[in-house]
């Protein structure tokens, strides 16, 4: 079991939750991390949404934000998604059906999925309005799920992500599952969840961080440098590695696996008309924020979906840390964000 923050609360609902692919997730747990208190009104509420591998810990891995006044006397909340496995219902979850881990059995989940059980939670909690949706990458992607399927939100904040999954991103999701597939523990489709393909997911990590960052960002830390004196190992080589391991002793493979699925559902047209139409209908303020040497979803995707929503505002990062960021550069984030949350006004629907 992964140890989880003892501030962690866990919500499991006594019912079954049908999921798009037609299966049902019986009896879920979610469990979150809140900071702040509820106003009597249970309005000031703001929703951070984590990436990939994240965890409902946001004042961790979103730090820059918490330590500024943006989320000042809000009520702030942050959920682990299922297919996780840091306490929501995940492949290392027992199945009431057969008393033992899911496994590979574990269904596959979309983003669509991840947000009906969560709009289950804050509907549990009598949440009746809701100032901002914020998340990044695959937080993004639930972020505007959010916006387009509920109407207590006010705000948007959508960063390094688009309106779909490109070829690209699926295509380096698609790599490294089979990264992990490809592991000896890996056998006939199946593994033991006590015995995890650690080696595979260890490499299909290392290729992860190959696009998370940039070109030259690695030039500039690595270069051709050796890892010591005497090692005939690159620095860059050591760094993946222990990047590989540190993941590999922290996540679950079958996670990683469901949550790479996942990401790839993610296409807010997908039997819903065009993008056009359904991006048209968002009538809140909305802030979509790129960075210009991301590779993985580079900066024309934010700007083609701030184009197809009413009124949204594009504003670019600029910083040689690619992907990773806007988990690293929490002043430009700062300084972008702190005018956007605190306008008053709404969009005129």
């Not at 730090?63 to 006397?73: A, H, P, V, Y």
């Not at 059995?105 to 509907?123: C, E, G, Y």
């Not at 399927?149 to 960063?159: E, G, M, W, Y």
């Not at 996670?255 to 790839?264: F, K, P, W």
Request: some cysteine.
């Amino acid at each position: 079991m992964i140890d989880l923050d003892p501030r962690t609360k866990f919500h499991t609902f006594k019912r079954r939750f049908k999921l798009e692919s037609g299966d049902d997730l019986a009896y879920p747990t979610v469990a979150c991390r809140t900071w702040g208190e509820l106003n009597a009104e249970r309005t000031n509420v703001v929703i951070i949404c984590h990436a990939l591998t994240g965890n409902a810990d946001a004042d961790v891995w979103f730090k820059g934000i918490f330590e500024s006044e943006l989320l000042q006397d809000k009520f702030v909340i942050c959920m682990n998604v299922i297919g996780s496995c840091y306490g929501s219902t995940g492949p290392q979850s027992i199945n009431p059906s057969t008393g033992k881990p899911y496994g590979s059995s574990f269904p596959k989940v979309t983003i669509r999925d991840m947000v009906n059980v969560q709009r289950a939670l804050i509907n549990r909690l009598g949440i009746q309005g809701i100032d901002a949706v914020i998340g990044g990458s695959m937080g993004g992607m639930q972020a505007l799920e959010w916006a387009i399927t509920d109407d207590r939100i006010r705000k948007l904040v959508l960063i390094a992500m688009g309106k779909a999954h490109s070829a690209w991103a699926i295509g380096v999701g698609e790599a490294q599952r089979r990264a992990i597939m490809s592991d000896p523990k890996w056998k006939n489709g199946d593994y033991e969840v006590d015995n995890p393909p650690k080696d595979g997911l260890a490499t299909a990590r290392m290729m992860a961080m190959l696009t998370y960052r940039s070109f030259p960002s690695y030039e500039e830390k690595f270069g051709r440098n050796p890892q010591s004196e005497h090692s005939p190992e690159f620095a860059v080589e050591s760094y993946l590695d222990y990047q590989g391991k540190k993941l590999a002793g922290r996540f679950d493979a079958m996670s990683y696996v469901r949550l790479t699925q996942a990401m790839d559902t993610h296409d807010v047209s997908r039997g819903r008309g065009t993008f056009e139409e359904v991006l048209g209908n968002i009538r809140i303020p909305t802030q979509v924020i790129g960075i210009d040497s991301d590779v993985l979803y580079p900066p024309k995707e934010q700007k083609a979906l701030a184009g197809l929503i009413p009124g949204a505002m594009y504003h670019p990062i600029k910083s040689k840390h690619g992907h990773d960021a806007f988990l690293i550069e929490f002043e430009q984030m700062n300084r972008l964000m702190k005018p956007f949350l605190s306008r008053k006004e709404r969009i005129a629907g």
